[in-house]
């Protein structure tokens, strides 16, 4: 999917220090909308291939999980103004679980 790999790139390229300090945004707030956006997107995606069922949920749990994981360890081992954080991995988690949670009411709303 597209937006997963623009997540990808926009988590691995490269910062200057004066970015980092100028954000008006917490970076924090910034995992979390972008991982909630990318539960939305793939459990639409599965919603449209297949029918969702629990499993779905679960698989796109996971994929939150893996995905923001193998980011992380991608940016501990970058050269360049990038780190390994765990509160990185709680807020992708967190924002993958709001998606989640948002897509089963939509799907239940839906559906009734």
């Known amino acids: 999917m597209l937006y997963t790999l623009g997540v990808a790139f926009l988590s691995l390229m490269p910062l200057s220090d004066e970015v980092v300090e100028e954000s008006p945004v917490s970076d924090k707030f910034v995992h979390f909308v972008f991982y909630t956006i990318f539960a939305i997107v793939w459990l639409?995606?599965?919603?449209?291939?297949?029918?969702?069922?629990?499993?779905?949920?679960?698989?796109?749990?996971?994929?939150?999980?893996?995905?923001?994981?193998?980011?992380?360890?991608?940016?501990?081992?970058?050269?360049?103004?990038?780190h390994f954080d765990l509160t990185d991995v709680f807020f992708n988690l967190c924002g993958g679980l709001l998606g989640i949670l948002l897509m089963f009411i939509v799907f239940k709303v839906k559906k009734a």
Request: some cysteine.
């Open 44 to 82: 639409l995606y599965f919603q449209t291939n297949e029918r969702l069922k629990v499993k779905k949920y679960l698989k796109v749990f996971l994929s939150v999980f893996v995905f923001g994981m193998i980011i992380e360890c991608f940016q501990y081992i970058m050269p360049y103004n990038r």
